[in-house]
């Protein structure tokens, strides 16, 4: 999804600055929980069409703490009142075991909701921005402080094994996103096949292409257009080339190694595509007019009707197209959460019938997408903590909480893509020197040793050190390649170390006790494989100790060096800011 529109978190935090700038409002405080009694929650009292979010805090104080909701809410915040004070109320009366608790009312029909804990009397924020689109499946969610998670059951629990089919050949991959139009002068299909030989060197195994159909024309944003406004879902836009251009693209891909992924936009088309001529395929206002996705400012695009059969067996049919035509090997979902799970079921059986896919899903909300339809979603959770580590708002014992929910959220076998940047990131929020400054090799390290596959996008490896522009021509240089060496070693440490592949063929992440709250150390083993990190997640030089169990003393190999390295029960380190020292047996 275009981070010019929507929401992976910061997007939104952008869109509400403009909220956040109005002013602030007189606030006092509602009665203690000393002069009121204590309501206790009941969920056979939550009315239709109502979700009751529980917020906890270990100070147990909530009079001062709210909401800021919008999205498919009955009343957005926006509508009450200026931020903070139109974020509807916690209060210490309306508690039960889980903390206070408030019953949003919902639009019918909702799709999606938003909100930020927000202290209604000062601004300040406790944690991101949070989503959710599950509704039918859950009438309570419950949230923590300091915990950037939206759990659907009070305990958190894990969800169990993901049923969907893993191909063989993920197991160890890296996926590398390909933007066709700002890779060469040319921007094409043909000039970009030049660039496989030296992707082969690199080691990344998916090339994920950003949508290559053709874009229309209706309400186009600037000169070329947004690339997520589909017109023809079956043909390839002229500026790449030509469907056979694309092919022979892929069968050279397939002969060095690589496997490919097509971006695939399925909540939505262009104002002018040729599905149009069914205005019953898509979601129609009073007048009977298409619509633009609903809480969005996307004027270029039509929002679909996932209530009409019709429509639902063409998307599949023209997914189906790519893999039995162009031979593909899975699908990146835009805006996953914004189409219903059970589609995303039923695609996935279908494409499986023709050959083993990959399915990545543009979100982290909807975790029942990976149940049966996805292999892999968005770390958006990880992506924007390391930014607040490398800003200095975050720590260790961030990404400690973060490994421990994500164990409980994720079906087994499942994982996030972790990443530095990609399309949306680079165009809309900086560049990752921008972004990570002096810590950006480090965090580029946590991308490729924690749990998850992870992505480089196109030009992290030659150091792109500009925004590309979204909707026009912006070549990327290739002049300067020295982190394609960096990104290399990290392609090769994932895949000579079965400690680190994805999901189950990898081994699970254990955290190790330090004795500086800056240092995070972790282990992952598997068979013979084992791989510890050690990280100074600071600015400053950093001396301390990592705590070993007996079974993982003896000798190690830094990496990339080989030297030799002899792990004692409590070993010191010595870091430099933002050190980060991978050792491997």
Same mark, same amino acid.
């Not at 104002?271 to 206002?285: P, R």
């Not at 770390?379 to 930014?387: P, V």
């Not at 994982?415 to 940047?421: I, P």
């Given at each position: 999804m275009l981070k010019r529109f929507f929401n992976k978190v910061s997007v939104l935090m952008m869109l509400l600055v403009m909220v956040f700038s109005i002013g602030k409002l007189p606030f006092s405080n509602s009665a203690s929980a000393e002069q009121v009694k204590v309501q206790q929650s009941?969920?056979?009292? %939550?009315?239709?069409?109502?979700?009751?979010?529980?917020?906890?805090?270990?100070?147990?104080?909530?009079? %001062?703490?709210?909401?800021?909701?919008?999205?498919?809410?009955?009343?957005? /915040?926006?509508?009450?009142?200026?931020?903070?004070?139109?974020?509807?109320?916690?209060?210490?009366?309306?508690?039960?075991?889980?903390?206070?608790?408030?019953?949003?009312?919902?639009k019918d029909n909702p799709a999606s909701i938003n909100f930020i804990v927000v202290n209604r009397a000062t601004g300040e924020k406790d944690g991101d921005a949070k989503g959710f689109t599950q509704f039918g499946e859950y009438k309570e969610l419950y949230i923590t402080e300091g915990d950037d998670f939206v759990y659907t059951s009070p305990d958190g629990s894990q969800v169990e094994k993901s049923k969907a089919h893993f191909p063989e050949w993920s197991k160890d991959a890296t996926i590398y996103e390909v933007n066709v139009r700002q890779y060469t002068s040319e921007g094409t299909f043909k000039a970009f096949e030049a660039h496989l030989p030296r992707l082969k060197k690199l080691g990344v195994k998916i090339l994920w292409f950003m949508p290559?159909?053709?874009?229309?024309?209706?309400?186009?944003?600037?000169?070329?257009?947004?690339?997520?406004?589909?017109?023809?879902?079956?043909?390839v836009n002229p500026d790449f080339g030509t469907i056979e251009d694309f092919k022979s693209l892929v069968k050279k891909a397939h002969s060095m190694g690589f496997k490919v992924m097509l971006d695939w936009v399925g909540n939505h088309t262009g104002?002018? *595509? %040729?599905?149009?001529?069914?205005?019953?395929?898509?979601?129609?206002?009073n007048e009977g007019n298409i619509t633009h996705p609903a809480g969005t400012n996307w004027l270029d #695009?039509?929002?679909?009707?996932?209530?009409? /059969?019709?429509?639902?067996?063409?998307?599949?049919?023209?997914?189906?197209?790519?893999?039995?035509?162009?031979?593909?090997?899975?699908?990146?979902?835009d805006y996953a959460g914004g189409v219903p799970v059970d589609f995303w079921e039923t695609a996935r059986k279908q494409l499986d019938k023709i050959k083993p896919v990959y399915m990545l899903a543009e979100d982290n909300t909807t975790y029942s997408l990976l149940d049966k339809a996805f292999n892999s979603n968005?770390?958006?959770?990880?992506?924007?903590?390391?930014?607040?580590i490398a800003a200095g708002k975050k720590g260790a014992k961030n990404v400690k909480s973060y490994i421990d929910s994500m164990e409980r959220l994720y079906p087994k076998g499942s994982?996030?893509? *972790?990443?530095?940047?990609n399309h949306d990131i680079n165009a809309w929020e900086g560049t990752t020197s921008e972004l990570f400054g002096e810590s950006e090799k480090t965090m580029a390290a946590l991308t490729f040793t924690l749990p998850g596959i992870p992505l480089i996008y196109s030009g992290q490896e030659a150091g792109l050190d500009k925004r590309l522009a979204f909707f026009d021509r912006d070549e990327i240089s290739w002049k300067d390649l020295s982190m394609q060496k960096f990104y290399q070693d990290l392609v090769r440490l994932k895949k000579e170390?079965?400690?680190?592949? *994805?999901?189950?063929?990898?081994?699970?992440?254990?955290?190790?006790?330090?004795?500086?709250?800056?240092?995070?150390?972790?282990?992952?083993?598997?068979?013979?494989?084992? #791989? %510890?990190?050690?990280? *100074?997640?600071?600015?400053?030089?950093?001396?301390?100790?990592?705590?070993?169990?007996?079974?993982? #003393?003896?000798n190690y190999k830094l990496f990339p060096s080989q030297e030799i390295f002899k792990m004692k029960n409590q070993q010191p380190f010595d870091l430099e800011p933002w050190a980060c020292q991978i050792i491997v047996k």
């Open positions: 009941d969920s056979t009292t %939550i009315p239709d069409n109502t979700i009751r979010i529980h917020y906890e805090r270990a100070d147990k104080n909530y009079d %001062i703490w709210g909401l800021w909701l919008w999205g498919d809410v009955a009343t957005p /915040s926006a509508e009450v009142g200026v931020w903070p004070t139109g974020a509807i109320a916690f209060s210490n009366t309306q508690v039960d075991e889980y903390g206070a608790y408030v019953d949003v009312k919902l290559i159909q053709p874009i229309s024309k209706e309400g186009r944003v600037g000169t070329l257009g947004s690339p997520y406004a589909v017109q023809d879902y079956k043909a104002m002018d *595509n %040729i599905w149009t001529k069914n205005k019953e395929w898509y979601t129609l206002d #695009v039509a929002d679909l009707n996932y209530n009409n /059969s019709d429509m639902r067996a063409a998307m599949i049919d023209a997914m189906e197209y790519w893999v039995k035509e162009a031979d593909i090997d899975g699908y990146r979902a968005y770390g958006w959770t990880l992506h924007y903590m390391m930014r607040d994982y996030s893509m *972790n990443f530095l940047t170390n079965k400690a680190l592949w *994805n999901g189950t063929a990898g081994g699970e992440i254990r955290l190790l006790d330090t004795s500086d709250e800056h240092i995070l150390a972790f282990e992952r083993e598997k068979g013979d494989s084992k #791989v %510890i990190v050690v990280v *100074n997640l600071s600015a400053d030089h950093v001396s301390g100790s990592v705590i070993m169990d007996s079974k993982s #003393v003896g």
